[in-house]
Nanobody, 126 residues
Framework: QVQLVESGGGLVQTGGSLRLSCVGS????????MGWFREAPGKEREFVAG??????????SYGESVKGRFTVSRDNAKNTLYLQMNSLKPEDTAVYYC?????????????????WGQGTQVTVSS
């Protein structure tokens, strides 16, 4: 099994920044791609960003609504995934979840991921 624990959420004003972290433990060697999703009240869980591997090496993928504002990165030595969030907007308010999967690509549908963290709340005030 793999355990994922997120941290770094909080309350921030519009235009501010936050950095989320996700630490993996357990059988992390069985996971390849990792990603961030978010879920706002009454909405479906949405892909935010992820990192994986393809024939050309590692790559990152982003949801359209966060491109240019968020950056995903990964420190394999620390089994940690990060999400740097800049220029935050009220519509970014949600619970943010870390996810991992055995596959190497970064699909955007949440059902393709095998492991999940408990989530961390991000609230952006206007």
């Amino acid at each position: 099994q793999v355990q994922l624990v997120e941290s770094g959420g909080g309350l921030v004003q519009t235009g501010g920044s936050l950095r989320l972290s996700c630490v993996g433990s357990g059988r992390t060697s069985t996971t390849n791609a990792m990603g961030w999703f978010r879920e706002a009240p009454g909405k479906e869980r949405e892909f935010v960003a992820g990192t994986g591997w393809s024939g050309g090496g590692t790559y990152a993928s982003y949801g359209e609504s966060v491109k240019g504002r968020f950056t995903v990165s990964r420190d394999n030595a620390k089994n940690t995934l990060y999400l740097q969030m800049n220029s935050l907007k009220p519509e970014d308010t949600a619970v943010y979840y870390c996810a991992a999967r055995r596959g190497s690509t970064v699909p955007t549908h949440y059902r393709t991921y095998d492991y999940w963290g408990q989530g961390t709340q991000v609230t952006v005030s206007s």
